[in-house]
């Protein structure tokens, strides 16, 4: 498949993937992206996963016919990317494995390959391959310290490795367009390293770029602004849309009629968008996608084992663990004998930059009562205040 005259798309789609990085449900598959640059000298960017050696490779030489790769490009160690390095260099002895020294302390831990060429390259370095001139900048965290990416300057192409990448197949579209699964790919992989995502925009800002190359997903070519503006949003922690998320976590359905409640009061109150979700029974990737789309979140939940229920400490773990900042929260615990939710979340959410607690909490002692209510009402209203 052509990206440009000179460069090919030679990735493959899996639909076979249960589990991608080994947690993230993936309904419409995943991509590896792989590209070459066919020019004087040959680049390849990056290999796929371990399972798709014989497609890539075959899809490579469809492309080259009786011509041999000179350089492979790592953007990104991780096996999803790296996984058929030493397969390349089995096809193509004379191939020149480039990277920055942190790559091939991590090639050398998952594949050995110490005799394999090597090019060890610095930030902004770069590499001529005949017309095309590659552009190394490093990104490290994102998503591991290793990551460079490269912007080839003749065909005005940024190769983003794991940035603008989303979950889903590239042979299957997604009813949802791209913003859906390209947030929920870069809250759960990427959304603790915003600062360093933030660096590699800034970086990005000074190059002329017409067509972004990932790792995963589709080849974005046309209104790269609206990417851009997504991910300047997400890399700063900013709300993107205005509205609640209320996640709830029930045992006999008591703290998820209190949940359901308040997201009516809101519905009512014009509230621009209120998602309610059971945190036990949906994707968590997906609710952590959404907490950091909306600008307010509610949390319910019930007291366990004097913690809170599983489902709500791996939920705010998730979160902390990602810098989840800049929002405001309400609190809702139940608790028959002696309610400590709202202590435990607000001392995991203490850790939290600039997320602000309503003035209303709510403690409901087994089943909700009117005063409950009434106090569920105020929780809304002072929500709502956002909006008007
Ligand atoms: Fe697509 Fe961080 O690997």
């Given at each position: 498949?052509?990206?440009?005259?000179?460069?090919?798309?030679?990735?493959?789609?899996?639909?076979?993937?249960?589990?991608f990085e080994?947690?993230y449900?993936?309904?419409?598959?995943m991509a590896y992206n792989?590209?070459?640059?066919?020019?004087?000298?040959?680049?390849?960017?990056d290999?796929?996963?371990?399972?798709?050696?014989?497609?890539?490779?075959?899809?490579?030489?469809?492309?080259?016919?009786?011509?041999?790769?000179?350089?492979?490009?790592?953007q990104h160690v991780e096996p999803d990317h790296s996984?058929?390095?030493?397969?390349?260099?089995?096809?193509?002895?004379?191939?020149?494995?480039?990277?920055?020294?942190?790559?091939?302390?991590?090639?050398?831990?998952?594949?050995?390959?110490?005799?394999?060429?090597?090019?060890?390259?610095?930030?902004?370095?770069?590499?001529?391959?005949?017309?095309?001139?590659?552009?190394?900048?490093?990104a490290p965290m994102v998503h591991w310290p290793e990551v460079m990416v490269?912007?080839?300057?003749?065909?005005?192409?940024l190769f983003s490795a794991d940035a603008f990448g989303k979950f889903?197949?590239?042979?299957?579209?997604?009813?949802?367009?791209?913003?859906?699964?390209a947030?929920?790919y870069y809250f759960g992989i990427v959304g603790?390293y915003?600062?360093q995502a933030?660096?590699l925009?800034?970086?990005?800002?000074?190059?002329?770029?017409?067509?972004i190359c990932p790792l995963h997903g589709?080849?974005?070519?046309?209104?790269?602004?609206?990417?851009?503006?997504?991910y300047?949003?997400?890399?700063?922690?900013?709300?993107?849309?205005?509205?609640?998320?209320?996640?709830?976590?029930?045992?006999?359905?008591?703290?998820?009629?209190?949940?359901?409640?308040?997201?009516?009061?809101?519905?009512?109150?014009?509230?621009?968008?209120?998602?309610?979700?059971?945190?036990?029974?949906?994707?968590?990737?997906?609710?952590?996608?959404?907490?950091?789309?909306?600008?307010?979140?509610?949390?319910?939940?019930?007291?366990?084992?004097?913690?809170?229920?599983?489902?709500?400490?791996?939920?705010?773990?998730?979160?902390?663990?990602?810098?989840?900042?800049?929002?405001?929260?309400?609190?809702?615990?139940?608790?028959?004998?002696?309610?400590?939710?709202?202590?435990?979340?607000?001392?995991?959410?203490?850790?939290?930059?600039?997320?602000?607690?309503?003035?209303?909490?709510?403690?409901?002692?087994?089943?909700?009562?009117?005063?409950?209510?009434?106090?569920?009402?105020?929780?809304?209203?002072?929500?709502?205040?956002?909006?008007?």
């Amino acid at each position: 498949m052509k990206v440009t005259n000179d460069i090919k798309y030679i990735g493959v789609n899996d639909h076979q993937v249960d589990l991608f990085e080994g947690q993230y449900i993936v309904p419409r598959g995943m991509a590896y992206n792989s590209y070459v640059i066919v020019d004087e000298k040959i680049a390849v960017m990056d290999t796929v996963d371990v399972r798709f050696g014989d497609e890539w490779i075959s899809n490579l030489k469809a492309e080259l016919g009786e011509r041999k790769p000179d350089y492979l490009i790592v953007q990104h160690v991780e096996p999803d990317h790296s996984a058929n390095i030493g397969r390349l260099i089995e096809e193509f002895p004379d191939a020149v494995m480039v990277g920055n020294a942190k790559t091939f302390a991590m090639i050398g831990q998952f594949y050995g390959l110490g005799d394999a060429r090597k090019l060890i390259v610095k930030n902004g370095d770069s590499l001529e391959l005949g017309k095309h001139i590659l552009k190394f900048v490093f990104a490290p965290m994102v998503h591991w310290p290793e990551v460079m990416v490269t912007y080839d300057e003749t065909d005005k192409v940024l190769f983003s490795a794991d940035a603008f990448g989303k979950f889903g197949a590239n042979d299957v579209e997604d009813p949802e367009g791209w913003a859906c699964e390209a947030r929920r790919y870069y809250f759960g992989i990427v959304g603790k390293y915003g600062m360093q995502a933030k660096n590699l925009l800034k970086a990005a800002a000074g190059l002329d770029i017409s067509i972004i190359c990932p790792l995963h997903g589709p080849v974005l070519s046309e209104n790269l602004g609206y990417y851009i503006d997504l991910y300047d949003k997400w890399s700063g922690y900013t709300p993107e849309t205005k509205g609640v998320l209320v996640a709830y976590t029930s045992v006999y359905g008591h703290t998820k009629e209190a949940s359901l409640y308040v997201a009516e009061r809101l519905k009512e109150g014009g509230c621009p968008k209120v998602k309610a979700v059971d945190l036990a029974r949906s994707d968590w990737a997906e609710n952590v996608e959404d907490a950091f789309r909306y600008d307010q979140m509610v949390l319910a939940t019930t007291t366990y084992n004097m913690d809170i229920f599983p489902f709500m400490r791996q939920f705010i773990d998730h979160l902390t663990e990602r810098n989840y900042q800049n929002r405001k929260v309400a609190l809702i615990e139940n608790g028959t004998w002696a309610p400590a939710a709202l202590k435990v979340m607000r001392e995991m959410l203490s850790k939290c930059k600039n997320v602000v607690e309503t003035e209303t909490s709510v403690t409901i002692k087994s089943a909700m009562t009117d005063e409950n209510k009434a106090a569920l009402d105020k929780m809304a209203e002072e929500l709502l205040a956002a909006y008007k």
